[in-house]
Every structure is written in C-alpha cells, then in structure tokens.
C-alpha cells in the first residue's frame, strides 16, 4: 500500500531507500519566513553603529543561526513529512515571528518576548527529535539525545527570560555555547553517535538558500532606504552609489555560488564538518553587514567621504566574507576547476585591498571608495575569467 507524505512518519534517511537531498516546502517555507528576522538584524545594527551595538547584533545573529541550523540538521536527519510534523514547523515559524518582533527592543522591555519565543523555539526541536525516537534504541539513540538535550536547553532559556540584567544575557550566551558544545563535547556529543549523518546534499542545498535570502535583503535594505529617501531627492551620485550596490550583491553571489555554494563537504571528518558549519557562520554574518553597510550609498554622492561607520561595517564585512570563502572552497568537493583559478593568491589580494580601504576611507571622497571596494571585489570574478581564457587558448 502507497504512504502517501501527510503520514508518513519521521525516519532516518538511513532506513529510507532513495532518500532525496532536496529541500522540502516546508523547510523552503520555514527559510523564508526569517526574511523578517534578517531585516530587523539590519535594522538593528544600522540603528546602533557603535561597539556596544555591534556585539549585541553579533550575539543576535548567533542565536538567529541557530534557530534556523538546528532544525536544518534535524531535517537532513530525518524524513518527516507527517501532519504532526507540519503542525509543529509551522509553531517554530511563529516563535520566529515573535523573536523576530522583539528585536529592537531586545536589551529593554523585548528582552523577556525574545527569550520566551527562543525557549519555545529550541523545545519544538526537541519535541521533533522526540517524535524520532520510536525506531532507535531509546536510551542511546540520535533522537533521545538531541530531543532531551534541547528540551533542557529550553528551559533554560525560559529561565533567562526572567533574571536581572546583565546575569540575563549571561545565562542565554551560555545556552547559546551549550547548544553548539551538545554536539561537540567529547564522549558525550551526539558527533559521536554512528547515526550523526546528516545528509550533506541537503545542508549544502540548504546553505545556499539561507545565503541567497541573506543577499536579498542586502537588495531590499538599498530600495527601502533610496524609497523612504524618496528616489527624486538623491543626486545622480548616490543613484550611481546604488547601482554600484546592487551590482556588488550580485558579485557576492557569483563569488560564493562558483566556489560553495551547493558543493557538499569533501568528507565526514569531524574537522572538515566542523570548518564548514563554522566557516558559513562567519560567512553569513559578514554578508549582513555587508548588506547593512551598502545602504550608505544612498547617503552620498562622489565627493563626499563614504560615511564612516557604515564603511567600517561593510570593508570588515568584505574581507572577512573573502576570507570565508578562501577556508571553504578548500572543505567542500567538485571544485577543483575554482581552487585552480582563484587560488590564495587572489583572495590574498582582494583581503589586502579591503585592508587598504579601511585606512583610507576618511580621507577619500566616495568615488575612491567605491573603486577600491569595486576593485577588492571584482577582482575575484575578473582574475580567474582571465585565467580560464588563457587556458582555452593555450589549450586551443
């Protein structure tokens, strides 16, 4: 008899057969929702360019990659299409919605809305492991494991929600490093467990979607600030400047796309999984500030200086999101064309510029700016083209 999707119970995609590596609606439909969530990030670092609100945006965006990772990995695990299992994504799209609401108010009166919806986030992953858990041996399954370690890490990020500031924020950083230590520790994470294997087509396809939304938004924050502005009143200057923004964002995909993006890790080994989950962490952090800085345009023309705090967030932002790429391209498979061509020496090259414009930025007008950004940039799609094209010819 034919199991049709709505009841089809949550499996390892081990004991199923031809389990597919594609996303899922209801995963594409969860990516999409923390749309939201990232444009309120922006918002929040644009609103608070000092040191202060530059880590709080940091400690943010963590707890936003988690609540998003963690049931990606629960997703590549598991086969789970069953009503139960819609009904409980669509309650962690709604903590989401929650978390996300209370971002600008998060070290004020939002504090206890945001760790509420966090705690309720973190124990809907567990109740998803738990569900899991009726093919595994109980006691020393995946799913044991995991459901139980999240449902404590609920807990206590309940409990944060209602102590004193700072020992608050304190208590919820320490979940958030728990949360990562509950797979790592050794003889006691579940990276130890023979059926921690995720399926890496599927966190690769997964990683790329989360990048392109990230990228998106950096598209939406450039029309809503030139349409809150009002596109009449800016110079041709600042319209060129958003061009140029746009244009950038673009670039950072291709960048990413030829030399990750859906490329899966080169190997299970514990080191290459660990750098690929770290290094696209610092990844899509670099690309949101990235995305938040490219609004500057907007606020200047070609002479004047790019304004400053916006500049250092989008140039740091640049060079780490090089760098990142750079560690990348060597953990993941079937890139060997890309690792040939734009070899350290290009990303080298592209993190020296993005170095010098961070020197310089105060004491030149936008236009040179712009040309060094442009220049730290392009260069990784224009040095390996040329490259490419002199082999074509030399092998011709």
């Known amino acids: 008899m034919r199991e049709f999707p709505i009841w089809r119970k949550p499996r390892h995609h081990m004991d199923v057969e031809d389990a597919s590596d594609h996303v899922h609606w209801v995963e594409l439909f ?21 040191w202060q609100g530059f880590l709080v945006f940091t400690g943010l965006f963590i707890a936003f990659f988690f609540a998003w990772a963690d049931s990606s990995v629960y997703n590549s695990l598991y086969i789970s299409t069953d009503i139960p299992h819609r009904i409980i994504m669509s309650a962690q799209i709604v903590t989401v919605m929650f978390f996300a609401a209370s971002l600008n108010s998060v070290t004020g009166k939002g504090w206890v809305f945001f760790a509420l919806a966090f705690a309720a986030n973190r124990a809907l992953t567990g109740l998803l492991y738990w569900r899991a858990r009726r093919n595994e041996d109980v006691r020393c399954g995946l799913a044991y494991e995991q459901g139980r370690n999240f449902f404590v890490l609920a807990i206590l990020f309940a409990v944060s929600a209602f102590l004193p500031r700072p020992l608050a924020y304190w208590v919820f950083g ?30 690769a396809e997964r990683f790329g979607l989360i990048m392109l939304i990230l990228l998106g938004e950096g598209f939406f924050k450039l029309v809503v600030t030139l349409s809150e502005k009002g ?16 244009f950038s964002l673009f670039a950072m995909a291709w960048v ?3 030399s990750v993006g859906n490329a899966r890790p080169k190997s299970r080994d514990v080191g290459t999984l660990l750098g690929y989950w770290f290094g696209h962490i610092v990844l899509m952090w670099s690309t949101v500030m990235v995305g938040v800085a490219l609004a500057g345009e907007i606020y200047v023309g070609f002479l004047a200086p790019y304004p400053y705090d916006y500049g250092i967030i989008g140039t740091a932002g640049l060079g780490t999101f090089l760098a990142a790429v750079w560690v ?16 350290g020496g290009v990303r080298l090259f592209g993190i020296s510029v993005t170095l010098v414009l961070l020197l310089v930025l105060p004491y030149v007008p936008a236009i040179i700016g712009n040309l060094l950004w442009v220049t730290a940039l392009y260069s990784q799609i224009l040095w390996p083209l040329n490259t490419a094209l002199r082999e074509m010819r030399t092998e011709g």
């Open 30 to 50: 969860f990516d999409l929702v923390h749309v939201v969530t990232i444009f309120l990030l922006g918002n929040y670092l644009s609103h608070h360019l000092d």
């Open 174 to 203: 320490a979940g958030i490093v728990a949360i990562q230590l509950q797979y790592m520790m050794p003889k006691i994470g579940t990276l130890r467990l023979e059926r921690f294997v995720p399926r890496l087509g599927h966190i």
């Open 231 to 246: 596109i009449y009143k800016p110079g041709a200057g600042a319209l060129i400047n958003m061009a140029i923004g746009g």
């Open 256 to 258: 990413y796309f030829d």
């Open 328 to 343: 990348l391209q060597h953990l993941v498979e079937g890139r060997d064309i890309t690792r040939r061509h734009v070899h």
